[in-house]
């Protein structure tokens, strides 16, 4: 796949446009990687991994105050992802469906502590 370019015009029209096209061209690079995913690519899993680990536990610390079941909850949160990765329905993007799983994750934990 090409280098993704943005080019900010100063023609409000042309600007609204290349902005409809790019998020076009995002969309179709996340169902590419989505197809990729439910596939078993473990290529595709390891930079979903990559890309969203480190802010997901962030996210889930500022839920716990506590690192290790940040961790936890992430880690879970991943292990069910690949697991169900051929039946996951996604509606809008992977990464809005991770951090919605990890903070129903994390009001889980605190609602049964």
């Keep these: 796949m090409g280098a993704l370019?943005?080019?900010?015009?100063?023609?409000?029209?042309?600007?609204?446009?290349?902005?409809?096209?790019?998020?076009?061209?995002?969309?179709?690079?996340?169902?590419q990687f989505f197809t990729a995913l439910r596939e078993g690519n473990e290529s595709a899993f390891e930079m979903l991994f990559r890309t969203y680990y480190?802010?997901?536990?962030?996210?889930?610390?500022?839920?716990?105050?506590?690192?290790?079941?940040?961790?936890?909850?992430v880690q879970a949160a991943f292990i069910g992802v690949w697991d169900k990765r051929s039946s996951i329905e996604i509606q809008t993007s992977i990464k809005s469906y991770l951090y919605r799983m990890v903070r129903n994750s994390c009001l889980n934990v605190i609602k049964h502590a």
Excluded at 16 to 26: A, M, R, S
Aim: some cysteine.
């Design 54 to 73: 480190k802010p997901l536990c962030n996210y889930a610390y500022s839920f716990l105050n506590d690192k290790d079941e940040a961790e936890e909850v």
């Design 5 to 31: 370019k943005i080019v900010i015009t100063s023609e409000r029209q042309n600007r609204k446009l290349h902005c409809l096209f790019i998020q076009k061209q995002l969309d179709l690079l996340e169902q």
